[in-house]
């Protein structure tokens, strides 16, 4: 049973900067995608970044480029997401997930299909 739980939301101000963290079980880091997505109230779940854990390929929306890196530690079998610069527009829930797939459209949610409780980001002015 794959269970992904996030953890290192909260509150910042604009310009601040937060690290996610998504410990995985049940999962290996091998050779599959893993991502991270968000969704603020009233708006569809749209993806933020996906990587690659067997080769590390990364891959950003653009309106995080730049400000935002996905990374992972195999051996903690953990997914992290270093959020710098941030804006109040990035304040949402945010959503670890994890598929078995060979292949995706990245960062598309219907291709994963294990998804974590999601941790609240919120960002003041």
């Known amino acids: 049973q794959v269970q992904l739980v996030e953890s290192g939301g909260g509150s910042v101000q604009a310009g601040g900067s937060l690290r996610l963290s998504c410990l995985a079980s049940?999962?290996?880091?091998?050779?599959?995608?893993m991502g991270w997505f968000r969704q603020a109230p009233g708006n569809e779940r749209e993806g933020v970044a996906n990587?690659?854990?067997?080769?590390?390929?990364?891959y950003y929306a653009d309106s995080v480029k730049g400000r935002f890196t996905i990374s992972h530690d195999k051996a903690k079998n953990t997914l992290y997401l270093q959020m710098d610069s941030l804006k109040v527009e990035d304040t949402s829930m945010y959503y670890c997930a994890a598929t078995r797939r060979s292949s995706i459209l990245w960062l598309r949610p219907g291709d994963f299909e294990y998804w974590g409780q999601g941790t609240q980001v919120t960002v003041s002015s």
């Open positions: 990587i690659q854990t067997g080769t590390s390929v990364t």
């Open positions: 049940g999962y290996s880091f091998s050779s599959n995608y």
